[in-house]
């Protein structure tokens, strides 16, 4: 009799929840996705995470260190991929140069080392650094010869290097080694004839010639690259923006300069090779080194 009596108040219980999901009004919060590749409204402006402050007192080493990031590799594709807009989703270099093209973005003319955040450039001259541009030649018929334009469009797809500027600094306070990251120069790979020593092109022989482009300084960009998703391989509801995965440092490059008393000069001007490998690594190590014997253990 006691389990009997039970069923009418289950069955009531379940009537009443019923009626109460069905009274439910639709939330003003959802609305109906403006694209029709998503199935739900995609909230992707987002901002950046604030640094944390830092005295000078508290600083007690400080190396600037520019390292090169190819954009090749595995662990730097979300940076260069996809080549072209795929619904939400930009190329870093993409990214940026839509900035520029809105005024919403400053970039700098590359001047070496050290001076990177002095001339800035305007949007034409950041589309020209790009490969963007007209190109008058010359066509030969048989009766006449005449002029004709070319215009040609930025060239994206040829941005697979990047220069990232890292200011390495031991915080006494924290008692660790903090890392800011205060420059981007995206670089561009173009291939070129190899020319013999009679400056005649070598046919079917191709090298690669690296071009800086301009530089971003970051804390300028950081709002505008906290706006935009990287492409996750494993899960497209992941939300992590370029500006968490440059923070984070996600990214694997090596050690292309570091400040030093002969005008910041890279490695590639003392070493060639393997040697530049070496040395590159070398200096990683020191850096990790100059931390961990602050400890004994």
Request: net charge negative.
């Amino acid at each position: 009799m006691a389990s009997g009596m039970k069923i009418p108040g289950v069955l009531l219980v379940w009537a009443l929840s019923a009626t109460l999901v069905q009274a439910q009004p639709w939330p003003d919060s959802i609305q109906v996705p403006a694209s029709r590749t998503e199935v739900y409204s995609r909230q992707d402006i987002k901002k950046p995470s604030p640094y944390t402050p830092v005295r000078e007192a508290d600083i007690i080493f400080e190396k600037t260190v520019w390292r090169m990031v190819d954009m090749e590799e595995k662990a730097n594709q979300p940076l260069y991929y996809p080549t072209t807009p795929m619904g939400r989703y930009r190329s870093l270099i993409r990214t940026i140069m839509d900035a520029v093209e809105a005024d919403s973005l400053t970039v700098y003319a590359p001047q070496g080392f050290g001076n990177e955040f002095v001339t800035p450039l305007t949007r034409a001259q950041a589309l020209e650094a790009m490969g963007a541009g007209s190109v008058t030649e010359k066509i030969y018929d048989i009766d006449e010869t005449r002029d004709t334009v070319i215009f040609k469009t930025p060239q994206y797809e040829q941005v697979q290097r990047l220069l990232i500027k890292e200011v390495h600094m031991f915080n006494k306070t924290s008692s660790r080694m903090e890392v800011r990251i205060t420059g981007l120069c995206p670089i561009r790979v173009i291939p070129r004839e190899v020319y013999d020593q009679e400056m005649e092109a070598v046919t079917g022989e191709t090298e690669k010639a690296m071009r800086q482009t301009f530089w971003v300084f970051l804390p300028d960009a950081r709002d505008i690259l906290a706006s935009q998703p990287v492409m996750n391989r494993q899960n497209d509801a992941a939300s992590l923006s370029y500006d968490d995965f440059l923070l984070q440092r996600r990214y694997s490059g090596l050690i292309y300069a570091i400040s030093n008393m002969y005008n910041n000069r890279p490695i590639s001007e003392f070493f060639k090779g393997e040697d530049a490998l070496r040395e590159a690594r070398r200096l990683e190590e020191a850096l990790f080194n100059w931390e961990q014997d602050l400890w004994e253990y």
